[in-house]
């Protein structure tokens, strides 16, 4: 049984024209101990996909059809009582902004001690304080630093106190939404490189979302690639950035917007066009617009995301061509 698998999700914000959907008919899994990146362009439905997982997403939204196992249990059917014992004892979150997630008047060491306390009413106030000590050495912060506020420290420190509250309860999955976002190439290096070791450390299994395929390509197991609400490719980050390559007209484009120091140097190719405007119906394949192999049914026809084998699958109506060619 995986970890987390979602099927056929819906979720949708009002609009004055009717339901605006975010997320229209997303699958994700994620295994036990597995490192699974998400990708996509600014708007495409990471963060409310990832949102959804802990039901944290804001009011006026809608789950409206699918579902979302985690452990084994249909969280979309749970009371909300019932989600507040999953979130940071089961599911955390790393979120995007430490300053902002952060509360500015309470010392970090407080912060990170409060879910321990608040999952667990047997642990001390002196068992969750050098809990607390722990994790801020694991995350590279020096003990003495327990008192002071999140305004003291830089934008990488912010985030590493993040990632130190978010394991606090040593929970089975870590949503990490942009967590290197505004910071130095060292800096995001240093974060990436201690997200990866303490999911392996602790045999944790985490989402991270990123627009950066680079992030992913050197961090994750496997990697997904949404698009316009949709998800338009899976697969192994070996497979979907190795010699196979990714196969979907989208994410070729994407990595194709990367330099490459291995190859020539030339001009990054940017993907032309805007993608669809979501509050309107949409009808056919929703990359199609900008797409340079698109088929005459891709204007009229939504394609399925169709196993091509090796665990990869792609959403593009060229896929059973690419499925007949690897047989």
């Known amino acids: 049984m995986s970890l987390l698998e ?23 899994t994620i295994e036990k101990g597995e490192f699974v990146g998400l990708a996509g362009e600014s708007g495409c439905g990471k963060t409310t996909l990832a949102l959804s997982i802990p039901r944290l997403l804001p009011r006026g939204s809608h789950i409206g059809a699918g579902s979302i196992h985690f452990n084994g ?49 047997s642990v001390s106030k002196k068992q969750a304080h050098d809990r607390t000590l722990e994790l801020l050495e694991a995350v590279g ?75 992913l390509a050197q961090t994750c197991d496997r990697v997904a690639v949404m698009y316009a609400g949709k998800m338009a490719e899976q697969g192994p980050t070996s497979r979907v950035f190795g010699n196979h390559g990714a196969k979907h007209p989208y994410t070729q484009r994407l990595l194709s917007a990367y330099p490459n120091i291995k190859h020539e140097r030339k001009f990054i190719d940017g993907i032309p066009g805007y993608p669809p405007d979501l509050s309107q119906e949409q009808v056919g394949c929703r990359f199609a617009d900008r797409c340079d192999v698109a088929l005459s049914r891709c204007a009229t026809e939504v394609p399925e995301l169709i196993d091509i084998g090796g665990g990869q699958s792609v959403a593009c109506h060229l896929a059973s061509d690419i499925r007949a060619g690897v047989q």
């Open 141 to 215: 912060i020096p003990a003495r630093r327990f008192e002071d506020f999140p305004h003291q420290f830089s934008g990488g420190m912010r985030q590493r106190v993040m990632i130190a509250m978010a394991l606090s309860c040593m929970p089975k999955l870590v949503i990490a939404d942009e967590p290197i976002t505004a910071l130095d190439v060292m800096t995001q290096a240093q974060i990436l490189d201690l997200l990866r070791s303490l999911c392996d450390r602790y045999s944790l299994s985490m989402l991270l979302i990123s627009h950066d395929l680079s992030v």
């Open 73 to 121: 249990v249909d969280t979309t059917a749970l009371s909300e009582e019932g989600m507040r014992a999953l979130r940071w004892k089961e599911i955390s979150v790393v979120f995007q902004g430490a300053l902002n997630a952060l509360n500015p008047v309470h010392t970090i060491g407080s912060q990170i001690a409060e879910p321990i306390r608040i999952h667990d009413e």
């Open 6 to 28: 979602i099927r056929d999700l819906h979720i949708s914000y009002p609009n004055p024209k009717g339901e605006f959907f975010a997320v229209d008919g997303v699958d994700l």
